[in-house]
């Protein structure tokens, strides 16, 4: 799907930094980044490697990585609060669906600009 959306062929990713979870593991084979940035994951148990825990500088590094994705999350998670997101889209009309999008990420930015 996420292929679908940005054609591999282009280059869409060559100025930014990129923050990504484990789940778009290739994504370097794929894209082209000024930066990537993928957690360290937990090496599975074997008998050459008894201990699966990271190191704490590997620790640290996911820590920092998990500081700045979360406000991302925070903000996904925030526009999810209006329906049109998460409920199945039944209309046919292709640039409705972007119309939505594009409301909900305004009203999610009024409310966080207009907290007390």
């Given at each position: 799907?996420?292929?679908?959306?940005?054609?591999?062929?282009?280059?869409?990713?060559?100025?930014?930094?990129?923050?990504i979870d484990?789940?778009?593991?290739?994504?370097?084979?794929?894209?082209?980044?000024?930066?990537l940035f993928?957690?360290?994951?937990?090496?599975?148990?074997?008998?050459?490697?008894?201990?699966?825990?990271?190191?704490?500088?590997?620790?640290?590094?996911?820590?920092?990585?998990?500081?700045?994705?979360?406000?991302?999350?925070?903000?996904?998670?925030?526009?999810?609060?209006?329906?049109?997101?998460?409920?199945?889209?039944?209309?046919?009309?292709?640039f409705v669906?972007?119309?939505?999008?594009?409301?909900?990420?305004?009203?999610?930015?009024?409310?966080?600009?207009?907290?007390?």
């Open positions: 799907m996420f292929k679908k959306e940005f054609d591999p062929a282009l280059d869409w990713f060559t100025i930014f930094d990129i923050f484990l789940g778009y593991k290739g994504f370097d084979k794929d894209y082209k980044t000024k930066n993928i957690p360290n994951k937990k090496p599975k148990k074997s008998k050459s490697n008894p201990n699966t825990e990271l190191t704490q500088q590997q620790k640290n590094e996911n820590r920092e990585m998990s500081r700045k994705r979360v406000v991302v999350e925070n903000v996904i998670g925030g526009m999810k609060r209006f329906r049109c997101l998460v409920e199945r889209y039944r209309n046919h009309i292709p669906k972007d119309i939505l999008i594009l409301l909900a990420s305004g009203i999610w930015n009024f409310n966080v600009a207009n907290r007390v």
